[in-house]
C-alpha cells in the first residue's frame, strides 16, 4: 500500500476520528478560557422561550455541550453499524462533523439550542431507519412528532424538521393511514397537554417570525458567520449532488436512507436563510448533514490525492477556529 493510500485510510480510521474527539475538548477548554461568548439572544417559539445558554454555569455548560456533540458522534457511528448509510468501513462522517464543529467556537461554549436540536434529530433517526417496510411502525411515527411538535413550542427550529420527516416516513414506505394517523396526534398531542394542563394559554401563541439572510447588518462577527455558513451550505449541496450519483445505483433501503440526509440538509439550508438570527441554531445540524456527504464523497471516489481536500478541511476549520478567537 502506497503512502497515499495509507494516508487516505488514516482519515477514514478510529485514530483520526478520537484524534478530532480530543481536538473538540481541547478547543472547547480554550475558547472557554480565553471569554469566548455565546450568543445571548433568546430563540423563540409557537408557546415558549429558550435562553440563548440553555445551562448558565460556563464551565458546566460547556462540559454538557460536548458531551452531547460527543454522544451525537456515537450515534451516528451506530446508526451507520447497524444501517450501513455510508457502505465503506469509515469513521469519517464523525471526525469531520467534529472538525466542522471546531470552526464555531461559539457554539461549543455553551450548551444550547443547536446541540440539541442536533442531538434529537440524530436520536431520533434510530427509529425513523428501523421503520423501513415496517407497516406496523405507528408508535414510532407517534413518538418523532411528539418530540418534534413539543420542541417547537420552544424553538421555532423544529417546524423546519417536520416536513424532512414527513418525506423520511414516505420513503421508508410506512405513512398509511394509520401512520398518517399516529402523525397527526403526535403532532397534536403535546399541544393538547400544555393547554389542556394549563401551562400555556392559546393567547401565547406567536408566530414565527421571518429573518431572512437579506436582512443581514454588517457587523464583524455578522460577517465571519456569513462566510462560514456559506461555505459549510455550498459543500454540503455541491457533495450531496456529486453522491448522489452514486448512491442511486444503491440498493433501495440505503438510497432511502440517504434520501433523509440530503431532506434534512436541505431543511437546514431553508432555515438557516428565513431564520439568519437563529444561525447558531441551525448550524449543527448543517454541519451533521455535510460530515455525512463528506464522508461519503472521501470513500466513493478511488483517487489517490482524495486526503488534499480533507487536510485543506482540517487546515479551514481550524483556521475559522483561529479567527474567531483573535477577532475582537
Known amino acids: 500500500m502506497?503512502?497515499?493510500?495509507?494516508?487516505?485510510?488514516?482519515?477514514?480510521?478510529?485514530?483520526?476520528?478520537?484524534?478530532?474527539?480530543?481536538?473538540?475538548?481541547v478547543a472547547t477548554a480554550i475558547a472557554v478560557s480565553m471569554g469566548v461568548q455565546a450568543p445571548t439572544a433568546d430563540s423563540t417559539g409557537l408557546l415558549f422561550s429558550l435562553?440563548?445558554?440553555?445551562?448558565?454555569h460556563g464551565p458546566l455548560s460547556a462540559t454538557i455541550n460536548v458531551a452531547c456533540l460527543l454522544a451525537t458522534g456515537g450515534i451516528m457511528l451506530a446508526l451507520n453499524k447497524v444501517f450501513s448509510y455510508v457502505r465503506a468501513v469509515t469513521h469519517l462522517f464523525v471526525s469531520s462533523f467534529f472538525l466542522l464543529q471546531i470552526a464555531n467556537p461559539a457554539g461549543l461554549v455553551s450548551f444550547n439550542?443547536?446541540?440539541?436540536?442536533?442531538?434529537?434529530?440524530?436520536?431520533?433517526?434510530?427509529?425513523?431507519f428501523a421503520s423501513y417496510q415496517d407497516k406496523h411502525s405507528?408508535?414510532?411515527?407517534?413518538?418523532?412528532?411528539?418530540?418534534?411538535?413539543a420542541g417547537s413550542m420552544f424553538h421555532y427550529g423544529f417546524l423546519f424538521l417536520i416536513p424532512a420527516f414527513i418525506l423520511g416516513f414516505l420513503n421508508m414506505g410506512v405513512l398509511n393511514l394509520k401512520g398518517v394517523l399516529a402523525m397527526l396526534f403526535g403532532l397534536v398531542t403535546p399541544f393538547w397537554i400544555f393547554l389542556g394542563l394549563g401551562i400555556a394559554a392559546p393567547s401565547s401563541f406567536t408566530v414565527p417570525r421571518i429573518n431572512g439572510i437579506w436582512n443581514l447588518t454588517g457587523q464583524p462577527w455578522t460577517n465571519l458567520m456569513l462566510v462560514l455558513a456559506a461555505l459549510t451550505v455550498v459543500l454540503g449541496i455541491v457533495l450531496a449532488a456529486r453522491n448522489l450519483l452514486t448512491i442511486m445505483n444503491y440498493r433501495m433501503q440505503t438510497r432511502v436512507y440517504n434520501a433523509f440526509f440530503i431532506f434534512t440538509l436541505v431543511m437546514a439550508v431553508i432555515a438557516l436563510c428565513i431564520d439568519y438570527c437563529d444561525v447558531q441554531v441551525y448550524l449543527p445540524l448543517l454541519n451533521l448533514m455535510t460530515a455525512v456527504q463528506i464522508a461519503h464523497a472521501h470513500t466513493l471516489r478511488t483517487s489517490p490525492f482524495r486526503y488534499v481536500f480533507l487536510l485543506l478541511l482540517v487546515v479551514g476549520c481550524f483556521a475559522f477556529y483561529a479567527a474567531n478567537l483573535l477577532m475582537p
Open 2 to 25: 502506497t503512502t497515499r493510500e495509507h494516508t487516505n485510510e488514516y482519515f477514514n480510521g478510529q485514530p483520526f476520528m478520537f484524534l478530532c474527539a480530543l481536538a473538540l475538548i
Open 138 to 149: 405507528q408508535r414510532s411515527i407517534f413518538l418523532i412528532f411528539v418530540i418534534l411538535a
Open 113 to 128: 439550542a443547536g446541540t440539541l436540536l442536533c442531538l434529537l434529530t440524530t436520536i431520533a433517526m434510530l427509529p425513523l
Open 51 to 56: 435562553k440563548g445558554r440553555l445551562i448558565e
